[in-house]
């Protein structure tokens, strides 16, 4: 996952920040990581689906997915056997196979990729804050 320097410029200051172990990246909060993507694949599905930008964007997003996967299936862990932590563990097996395979639709794969990619990152912060 790569994050430019205005993004990490436009993290707030106080938020921790969180090494990958297979990654060399130093991200701050998740969510604001991903920010930009999310939002650009958004935009993107309802004008441009086809080309190459998202192309590279739904690359992007599935890059986000297997980093965020792992700490927000350890924030779904370490919750108390209730329905918030079956919606966890449920939106990290979804963004997985979502990643894997979300259809033939460019539209619908951005929107797909990007909104597991948002769920995914709001867990993350959510374990950092734990």
């Known amino acids: 996952m790569t994050v430019l320097a205005h993004e990490m410029a436009a993290a707030p200051a106080e938020v921790s920040t969180v090494a990958s172990a297979n990654q060399k990246t130093v991200i701050a909060s998740a969510a604001a990581a991903v920010a930009g993507d999310v939002e650009a694949a958004l935009a993107l599905a309802g004008h441009h689906p086809a080309g190459e930008a998202a192309v590279r964007l739904r690359e992007r997003l599935r890059e ?18 209730s329905r918030q932590k079956d919606i966890a563990a449920g939106t990290v097996r979804f963004a997985r196979k979502v990643a894997r ?8 794969a951005l929107r797909l ?18």
């Open 101 to 108: 395979d979300c259809g033939s639709d460019p539209a619908i």
């Open 113 to 130: 990729l990007a909104k597991s990619v948002a769920h995914l990152a709001r867990n993350t912060d959510l374990l950092r804050s734990a």
């Open 64 to 81: 986000h997915v297997h980093t965020l996967a792992v700490p927000a299936g350890r924030y779904a862990d370490l919750l108390p056997e």
